[in-house]
């Protein structure tokens, strides 16, 4: 069983959801961002997802395409994301899944990418901006390297795709709750259990929810009906709020993900 598969497993053997954590590879700097990565993992994540920084992420909120402008400023280029990933696998197993814009894979060579990203020790890869109709390329080179795909499913997706979606992921389906760009909200989303229920009705792989979400009652509220739960802004803020003093981003990360963690569990 790989990695993704088995966090989930592990998760529902411990009657919750798993936790995906969300930060950008960098952001502000290479050590700082390798001390948050394993502050989040020391406190309970269960995924992490990287945000691969890119100069137009489309799908980003102000404060992600902030903390992607931040990690560009500090130097942090796809060897250098290839590299944090390689230092975390120096302490953990958690899956590692990169968040990503094809651009980036594609002016790589595909092949040559997605290769990279295995040796590195990358579990998935969700391209967001890649639909799974054009995926080709992407999904064969991951099916030759054993890299596992993520597709996402928005509210406006029609049922006739979600078997097309379903069919092409591999790791796991992201459901995207919100229209829109990544953010914290003050509520999530009221329709989560009909949507969650309708994408289980076309593949068996497990559904995560993000975008909105952060806070504890946020996570409980989504984890009564998702086999996932994805923060992402609500972290990436406290890199944000804490420049200033640099050190204190890890400890202040860990208390905010052992608080979100918490919520996971039914």
Not at 90 to 104: A, I, S
Not at 125 to 141: H, K, R
Not at 179 to 189: F, K, P, Y
Request: hydrophobic letters at 45%.
């Amino acid at each position: 069983m790989d990695r993704i598969a088995q966090a989930f497993a592990r998760a529902r053997s411990e009657n919750r959801a798993a936790f995906v954590a969300y930060l950008c590879a960098g952001d502000p700097d290479f050590d700082t961002s390798l001390a948050a990565c394993r502050a989040l993992i020391e406190n309970g994540i269960d995924v992490l997802e990287l945000g691969v920084p890119f100069s137009d992420p489309l799908a980003d909120g102000l404060t992600n395409q902030l903390a992607a402008q931040r990690a560009l400023e500090g130097g942090m280029t796809a060897e250098r994301v290839f590299e944090l990933v390689r230092r975390i696998r120096q302490f953990c197993e958690v899956p590692v899944v990169f968040y990503t814009y094809y651009n980036l894979v594609f002016s790589n060579g595909v092949d040559a990418y997605v290769r990279a990203a295995k040796d590195a020790g990358v579990d998935g890869i969700l391209t967001l901006d890649l639909p799974p109709e054009e995926a080709g390329d992407v999904q064969a080179a991951c099916k030759t390297h054993d890299i596992k795909t993520v597709f996402i499913v928005a509210p406006t997706t029609p049922e006739a795709r979600l078997s097309i979606i379903g069919t092409a992921a591999t790791g796991f389906i992201y459901y995207v709750s919100r229209e829109g760009v990544t953010g914290v909200r003050d509520s999530v989303a009221a329709n989560i259990p009909e949507a969650v229920a309708a994408i289980k009705r076309h593949t068996p792989l497990p559904v995560v929810v993000g975008f909105g979400i952060g806070k504890r009652e946020h996570v409980a509220e989504v984890a009564a009906h998702a086999d996932g739960v994805v923060v992402g802004s609500a972290l990436v803020n406290v890199i944000r709020d804490n420049l200033g003093d640099r050190a204190a981003i890890a400890p202040r990360l860990a208390a905010k993900a052992a608080d979100l963690v918490a919520g996971t569990h039914r």
